[in-house]
């Protein structure tokens, strides 16, 4: 009888907790207008950076097909810009 009892508190507890933490969930999650208000705020909405990301892209992309048409370890570079040279000591 004692373990049966322990286990019906024990459920009710995990039970309550569960409880808890879905009206806390409910209550701290942001309603649809805040969302989009959210979404227009990130920077990847700015198209000055999205235009830089794109860049940014291009050039680990070209940089990336190099690195794979050449024997050369292209880490070792000191301008990533400049395609050839390697390491100078």
Do not use: C, H, I, Y
Request: aromatic share 4%; hydrophobic share 45%; no cysteine.
């Amino acid at each position: 009888m004692e373990g049966l009892r322990k286990a019906l508190l024990v459920g009710a507890l995990l039970g309550a907790g569960a409880g808890v933490g879905s009206a806390l969930f409910v209550l701290v999650t942001p309603g649809e207008q805040q969302k989009q208000a959210m979404l227009k705020e990130m920077p990847e909405q700015d198209p000055r950076r999205r235009d830089e990301a794109a860049r940014t892209k291009e050039l680990v992309l070209a940089t990336l097909q190099e690195a794979a048409a050449t024997q050369e370890n292209v880490a070792w570079r000191k301008n990533w810009m400049v395609g050839g040279g390697g390491r100078s000591a």
